[in-house]
T-cell receptor, first 109, second 114 residues
Framework: RKEVEQDPGPFNVPEGATVAFNCTYS??????FFWYRQDCRKEPKLLMS???SGNEDGRFTAQLNRASQYISLLIRDSKLSDSATYLC??????????FGTGTSLTVIP | AAGVIQSPRHLIKEKRETATLKCYPI?????VYWYQQGPGQDPQFLIS???????DKGSIPDRFSAQQFSDYHSELNMSSLELGDSALYFC?????????????FGPGTRLLVL
């Protein structure tokens, strides 16, 4: 079983839609959680860290549920530029990070 | 702002050859990570260094080795290359422990083994 699992999608949504991604992790001792965005053939870029209390950055909201071991990302008012692969990343200990397989999002005009 | 630099950006090798990938972290970053991303797959953590010492080891094959030098740049040495080593290799850097500080990725080195 992978340490981090995501629904690979693809998610195809119209502009302006709200879309949510979930990610589950297997190690209850995991310490840090992140959402990264990766455009085709480019490097992953940090979208946001995920905190226990949940956090919001503009149209993006991230939530952490430690009891159920999942994190979520909500994107409101989707833009064409949001089309990318969204990677869930979990740090279990030290400097070792586990990536999910990514969820592909395409925002359609 | 300066970013993580990786060289070369593209590399073509034949089976059983060796390859060396280089990573130059963001200035004042002391931690470097290496990841391997195969086609259609997620990045797999290989190894990390903090202050020139190996800090964590992931799924790095025994045929690979890496080190971090006094100027904090890092090199990933790959020997006896196999077809399955064809992948995008990312280097990332952070200042201190990345669970506390943001990890920034370089543009990657695309390795093709023929």
């Amino acid at each position: 079983r992978k340490e981090v699992e995501q629904d690979p999608g693809p998610f195809n949504v119209p502009e302006g839609a709200t879309v949510a991604f979930n990610c589950t992790y297997s190690n209850s001792a995991s310490q840090s959680f992140f959402w990264y965005r990766q455009d085709c053939r480019k490097e992953p870029k940090l979208l946001m860290s995920v905190y226990s209390s949940g956090n919001e950055d503009g149209r993006f909201t991230a939530q952490l549920n430690r009891a159920s071991q999942y994190i979520s990302l909500l994107i409101r008012d989707s833009k064409l530029s949001d089309s990318a692969t969204y990677l869930c990343v979990v740090n279990e200990r030290g400097n070792q990070f586990y990536f999910g397989t990514g969820t592909s999002l395409t925002v359609i005009p | 702002a300066a970013g993580v630099i990786q060289s070369p950006r593209h590399l073509i090798k034949e089976k059983r050859e060796t390859a060396t990938l280089k990573c130059y972290p963001i200035p004042r970053h002391d931690t470097v990570y290496w990841y391997q991303q195969g086609p259609g797959q997620d990045p797999q953590f290989l190894i990390s260094f903090y202050e020139k010492m190996q800090s964590d080891k992931g799924s790095i094959p025994d045929r690979f080795s890496a080190q971090q030098f006094s100027d904090y740049h890092s090199e990933l040495n790959m020997s006896s290359l196999e077809l399955g080593d064809s992948a995008l290799y990312f280097c990332a850097s952070s200042r201190g422990l990345a669970r506390l500080e943001t990890q920034y990725f370089g543009p990657g080195t695309r390795l093709l083994v023929l």
